[in-house]
């Protein structure tokens, strides 16, 4: 089945910076890559997401980049606020023994974002 | 995400019990899932179901089960095999199957703890 990786597991930055998480997946054949923020005791909620077909995806200050070659994505924040603060989840889609496919998720970053 | 309603928000449970968390969605949603979320672990798949009546086992399903009688409702039963029940359960659902590049959107969430 797929494996994704993600990292780094915390991440703090000062307000104003840019924020980068990386993942690595393991299934050549995984075409669909979101992201997930997930604030404190909340459910995650998809910010972002990339589809194999293309190299780069930007949404305002949040932009998501995917090479398929290396079998890696990243989400990159800029300009970041203390708002930003949450953990982020990549996730990509993978076939399971039972034949039928679904995603896999990172471990999740969390991210701190200071004034 | 407004669409997916779980129940009870707050659980707790005596060593030995079965309890059945609810998930119900009112988005005409196909797949659904179960996902079981522990501190530095990430989101972990315990079931999904892609139609009614059909169901597969995740990455984690011993000690859990499910039933898809109806397409709107997905409940989880944590019974007493799971040996280390206390998390945060999230009850997802997605339009199609996720392989499909279909969004995944969640539930609120309910926490369950072991006393």
């Known amino acids: 089945g797929e494996n994704v990786e993600q990292h780094p597991s915390t991440l703090s930055v000062q307000e104003g910076d840019s924020a980068v998480i990386k993942c690595t997946y393991s299934d050549s054949a995984s075409n669909y890559f979101p992201w997930y923020k997930q604030e404190l005791g909340k459910r995650p909620q998809l910010i972002i997401d990339?589809?194999?077909?293309?190299g780069e995806k930007k949404d305002q200050r949040i932009a998501v980049t995917l090479n398929k070659t290396a079998k890696h994505f990243s989400l990159h924040i800029t300009e970041t606020q203390p708002e930003d603060s949450a953990v982020y989840f990549c996730?990509?889609?993978?076939?399971?023994?039972?034949?039928?496919?679904?995603?896999?998720f990172g471990k999740g970053t969390m991210l701190l974002v200071s004034p | 995400d407004g669409g997916i309603t779980q129940s009870p928000k707050y659980l707790f449970r005596k060593e030995g019990q079965n309890v059945t968390l609810s998930c119900e969605q009112n988005?005409?949603?196909?797949?659904m899932y179960w996902y079981r979320q522990d501190p530095g672990q990430g989101l972990r798949l315990i079931y999904y179901s892609q139609i009614v009546n059909d169901f597969q086992k995740g990455d984690i399903a011993e000690g859990y089960s499910v039933s898809r009688e109806k397409k709107e409702s997905f409940p989880l039963t944590v019974t007493s095999a799971q040996k280390n029940p206390t998390a945060f359960y999230l009850c997802?659902?997605?339009?199609?199957?996720?392989?499909?590049?279909?969004?995944?959107?969640f539930g609120e969430g309910s926490w369950l703890t072991v006393v």
């Open positions: 997802a659902s997605s339009i199609l199957a996720a392989s499909s590049g279909n969004t995944i959107y």
């Open positions: 990339i589809r194999s077909n293309v």
């Open positions: 988005l005409n949603h196909d797949a």
């Open positions: 996730a990509a889609v993978g076939l399971m023994n039972s034949g039928y496919s679904t995603l896999t």
